[in-house]
């Protein structure tokens, strides 16, 4: 005797709609379908991008990882390295690094001018913006340079960044994040990164916080799970989207091994978001001051086409960049 269990509740789920709504319903499947394989970073288009870019750009890619693999790492920057790939984080401070702590204080001396910013404040000065929870100072100061970069271009950063990426890194954004006290329960608009994701635009990453106020669990810290318990097999469902609180528990992720980041001034974090689940600042009732950094393979930023068209990645601070270059021994730059 043929099993008719999942035929008849499809059955059943069709004669209860009609024919309108089961038209929406399956357009909505479909469209999901679609984005999940075929969208700008689909399992399929992101495969077909990483192919097209490493077959026309091999030269540029093969140069990156040369000079790499020809410089001369510290054992503190391939420890630190290591440990980003056995576990996707490193916690340490700037001291622990061996770096001018000049970087703490500067950014403290950007935040005094908002230290009173509320949230209501926040979304006022943000409109017609995204993520109108959060201030970057660094843009609000017109990204001088400052022991800011002295921080980011330090050698033991690029090392660790390069040395786990395997190649000469590149840096795409620099921010100075202020979240002010949330109160209540964060509003829909401001849910984006604090729902939990991946950062799926590219296979690897390291991502560079620095706490200047330091934070605590009243200043909404980000959260993660470490590399051994944030099985992509549990994203399906998801991709490319984001997943709540509730639906990362009926995926099975384990909320007891979620890392905060917390710490003193001066505290540090590298990680991979490409390859750690994680949520950015949740409600809080103190603010949270944080320095950002994206570092990630030349790859990532090579133009790449979707069927008829040519996409353009992000301007990634150019200059910086050819800066960085030089630093790893390159006598005639190119980004």
């Not at 693999?69 to 061996?98: C, F, K, M, W």
């Not at 964060?186 to 690897?204: F, G, K, M, P, V």
């Not at 944030?230 to 490319?240: G, Q």
Request: a positive charge; charged letters at 25%; one cysteine or more.
């Amino acid at each position: 005797m043929v099993k008719l269990g999942a035929f008849q509740n499809f059955a059943d789920l069709t004669m209860s709609l009609s024919l309108p709504d089961l038209s929406r319903t399956s357009y909505r499947k479909l469209r999901s379908l679609k984005m999940r394989y075929f969208g700008e970073v689909g399992y399929i288009t992101r495969q077909l991008h990483r192919l097209e870019v490493h077959v026309r750009e091999r030269a540029r890619i093969a140069k990156r990882r040369t000079l790499m693999a020809e410089r001369s790492v510290s054992p503190q920057a391939v420890a630190i390295a290591r440990d980003l790939a056995e576990n996707g984080y490193h916690i340490t401070t700037v001291a622990a690094l061996g770096l001018d702590e000049s970087v703490i204080s500067s950014c403290r001396d950007l935040y005094t001018p908002y230290d009173s910013l509320d949230l209501a404040g926040v979304i006022a000065k943000r409109q017609g913006k995204g993520k109108r929870y959060w201030i970057d100072l660094y843009e609000e100061f017109g990204q001088q340079r400052m022991p800011v970069l002295d921080f980011l271009l330090s050698d033991i950063v690029l090392d660790v960044c390069g040395t786990y990426l395997s190649e000469v890194p590149v840096l795409d954004y620099i921010t100075l994040l202020l979240t002010p006290p949330q109160g209540g329960t964060i509003a829909d608009e401001c849910r984006a990164s604090q729902d939990w994701h991946l950062d799926n635009d590219r296979a690897q990453r390291v991502k560079v916080f620095m706490l200047p106020l330091g934070a605590d669990a009243e200043c909404g810290p980000t959260m993660f799970l470490p590399k051994k318990f944030s099985d992509p097999s549990n994203y399906r469902a998801f991709y490319p989207g984001y997943f709540t609180d509730q639906q990362f528990k009926q995926s099975g992720l384990d909320e007891s091994r979620i890392v905060k980041f917390t710490g003193e001034p001066g505290a540090v974090l590298f990680f991979d978001t490409s390859t750690l689940f994680h949520c950015g600042s949740r409600t809080a009732s103190k603010p949270r001051l944080m320095l950002c950094a994206d570092f990630g393979p030349i790859s990532t930023y090579l133009p790449h086409r979707t069927a008829a068209r040519t996409i353009w990645p992000e301007s990634c601070l150019p200059e910086i960049n050819l800066e960085i270059m030089r630093k790893f021994g390159a006598t005639r730059p190119k980004i």
